[in-house]
């Protein structure tokens, strides 16, 4: 159910200040949702990350369109996004754990500043996991776009390659270092808190882990209870 990161590549990825203790935050219990607790079925990030928008509480699933296992969640997290949720944003990052993720994740950075995430997202997992095509193989994902997407060969091309794609891999990279995500398909809320599938019992489960620690952010920052 989980795609694992070398540890040893883990445990070397952030020195952690210990001096920088967590915000006080209200337990969920009243809430009347099942207890999750922490250290089991999730964990608290050491240091918190900054979100893009303070205003607003981000959830994030890192993945990679080369794992099996979120192949097979994405129809679940996708549902899961499609839902209004009051001061709540989804976003994907793909994760890069080794130089053969690297233009998986371009090839989303491409798709996201082409505006054309939507049309090709399900076809890309669909050729890795179903149609067992390499998309590491740069003519492939060039099909798929100009199929499913209408977008020409060349521009596809000159925006994959681009500087705005390689900086978003490296910030994307730079994130999940942060978080200090182990495997993939892995979900972070708030920049806070990180849960898998292994801590929640399966993938299923991580989403109500996560609809768990929503609550718990929202409750520990009033004045998002009133957007």
């Not at 337990?27 to 999750?36: H, I, N, S, T």
């Not at 009051?86 to 998986?104: E, K, N, T």
């Not at 994902?141 to 978003?168: E, H, L, W």
Request: one cysteine or more; glycine letters at 6%.
């Amino acid at each position: 159910m989980y795609l694992h990161l070398n540890k040893a590549i883990v445990f070397a990825i952030v020195a952690l200040s210990s001096a920088m203790a967590p915000a006080e935050e209200v337990d969920a219990d009243f809430l009347g949702k099942p207890k999750f607790v922490e250290g089991q079925h999730y964990v608290r990030i050491p240091i918190k990350v900054e979100t893009r928008d303070s205003e607003v509480i981000e959830v994030a699933e890192i993945f990679s369109y080369g794992c099996i296992h979120c192949f097979r969640f994405d129809p679940l997290i996708s549902a899961w996004a499609a839902k209004d949720r009051d001061a709540v944003v989804f976003r994907r990052i793909p994760a890069v754990f080794g130089a053969s993720w690297v233009p998986l994740a371009e090839l989303y950075y491409a798709a996201e500043i082409l505006g054309v995430l939507e049309e090709i997202h399900e076809p890309v997992f669909r050729a890795m996991h179903i149609e067992r095509l390499d998309l590491r193989d740069r003519g492939a994902v060039r099909r798929i776009f100009g199929n499913y997407a209408g977008v020409d060969p060349q521009k596809f091309d000159s925006v994959v390659k681009s500087f705005t794609v390689r900086s978003r891999v490296q910030q994307g990279d730079a994130l999940v270092r942060l978080f200090r995500v182990e495997g993939v398909p892995t979900m972070v809320v708030d920049g806070t808190y990180r849960v898998d599938g292994t801590m929640a019992g399966s993938n299923e489960s991580m989403l109500e882990v996560v609809d768990f620690l929503i609550e718990k952010v929202r409750y520990s920052r009033p004045q998002l209870l009133t957007n």
